[in-house]
């Protein structure tokens, strides 16, 4: 039962790794590219730190997976904000270049 | 397992392609993290942990950092104005003023890539006698990870010379004109994040130095990790060593000084350069791995040119 529940979490981790990374693939731009691979992604880390859960030896190592998953979200979160922050300042400049005075 | 394995060497050897033939340095410095990534993985894979945090922080991540740093510079001194440029670094030497061909590269890079699988075949048999020795050995070295007791046991020669290389190629990095210091813009989620992830990588920085007596971990890995630490506090303008004392000569220097005086005042205890006397030996190892925790994080953060203080 547990052993089943884990694969079925383990195989839509899958399923939403690999949305994510089709809409890397496929996205137009750059914005939309972050929001495909940080939900997904995020989602899909959290589906797999679940399966593994089920598996956890001790209360200790279960303790251990949700911290990873947490520090990977905080830092996923805030990657994909500077990319996307940059990625609007350098939109910003392309279209203030022509005058030469900001 | 096997069709993981070979999925995961497979993986690597596209990324080495990406890397190397990508449209941009950018690209192929990005593809370049992944790759060590994927590298790390297969060390794990191949049963060596110690090897695999040591790649995956020393080589993804402050290499890729660093290889990063200097795309962006490149960059900004291609594309960037003429005072921009006026003002970046000068190279020490005459620029070249035709490259060689490719071909010539590839072929000499392929050349050392057959005498290295020459060399790892003819190692191969010493391989399992050296495996066979340490264990053999390991009772008396009061170190109970094989990988620390070889680095700073039996062969604490080669990791005394390892640290010199180190401090010298810190002092050529020190001896270089220093990168143009572009003011880094104030950012209120970067400076929270990173408030929140110093910290716990400080803690991680010194549970792995601890932990490298007993299992994977050790200087540096460690060090590695508390210049990621550093650095992240730079970039995102947090008061963590804002004088930059880390980068100055005496603390790129400790290393190799608390090595040398350990390795030869206890090797005189102990009747051997470089020998512990028994009983010694941990707090001996820890003191020297401290020591070279914090030189090794000196010199990654002394490569990112932030010796000078601003």
């Known amino acids: 039962m547990l052993e089943a529940l884990s694969w079925l979490l383990l195989a839509l981790a899958a399923l939403f790794f690999s949305a994510g990374t089709l809409g890397l693939l496929r996205l137009p731009d750059t914005l939309s590219r972050i929001h495909a691979l940080t939900k997904a992604d995020n989602l899909g880390l959290g589906l797999a730190a679940l399966a593994l859960l089920l598996h956890a030896e001790s209360w200790a190592a279960a303790a251990q997976i949700g911290l990873i998953w947490l520090l990977a979200l905080a830092a996923s979160a805030a990657s994909g904000y500077l990319i996307a922050r940059r990625c609007l300042l350098e939109a910003h400049q392309v279209n203030h270049k022509p005058g030469a005075a900001p | ?239 963590l060593d804002p004088q930059s004392h880390l980068t100055r000569p005496p603390l790129l220097a400790l290393g190799l000084a608390v090595f040398i005086l350990i390795g030869l005042g206890a090797g005189a205890l102990a009747g051997a350069a470089l020998g512990y006397p028994a009983g010694w030996v941990k707090p001996l190892v820890l003191a020297i791995e401290a020591a070279l925790m914090v030189s090794i994080a000196a010199t990654l953060v002394a490569l990112f040119g932030g010796g000078k203080a601003a």
């Open chain 2, 1 to 239: 397992m096997i069709a993981a394995d070979l999925l995961l060497a497979l993986a690597l050897l596209l990324l080495a392609a990406a890397a190397l033939l990508a449209r941009s340095v950018q690209i192929g410095s990005v593809l370049f993290i992944a790759f060590g990534l994927v590298l790390a993985l297969v060390w794990v894979r191949l049963g060596a942990p110690d090897v695999a945090l040591a790649e995956a922080a020393i080589g993804a991540g402050v290499a890729g950092a660093l290889l990063l740093l200097a795309a962006s510079e490149f960059e900004s001194r291609r594309s960037g104005s003429a005072s921009a440029r006026a003002a970046g670094p000068r190279l020490p030497w005459p620029r070249p003023q035709r490259s060689r061909p490719r071909w010539v590269l590839g072929a000499l890079a392929l050349a050392c890539a057959g005498l290295l699988l020459l060399a790892a075949q003819a190692i191969e048999p010493l391989a399992g006698a050296a495996t066979e020795a340490v264990a053999h050995a390991l009772p008396q070295a009061e170190i109970a990870h094989p990988v620390t007791a070889v680095l700073l046991s039996f062969r604490a020669y080669d990791t005394l010379l390892e640290i010199a290389v180190l401090l010298a190629a810190v002092v050529a990095v020190k001896a270089a004109p220093a990168p143009l210091q572009r003011p880094l813009p104030h950012d209120p989620v970067l400076a929270r994040v990173t408030a929140l992830t110093v910290p716990l990588a400080l803690l991680v920085a010194v549970y792995l130095l601890w932990a490298g007596s007993s299992r994977s971990g050790g200087a540096f890995q460690a060090g590695a990790v508390l210049a990621g630490a550093v650095l992240l506090a730079r970039f995102a303008s947090l008061p």
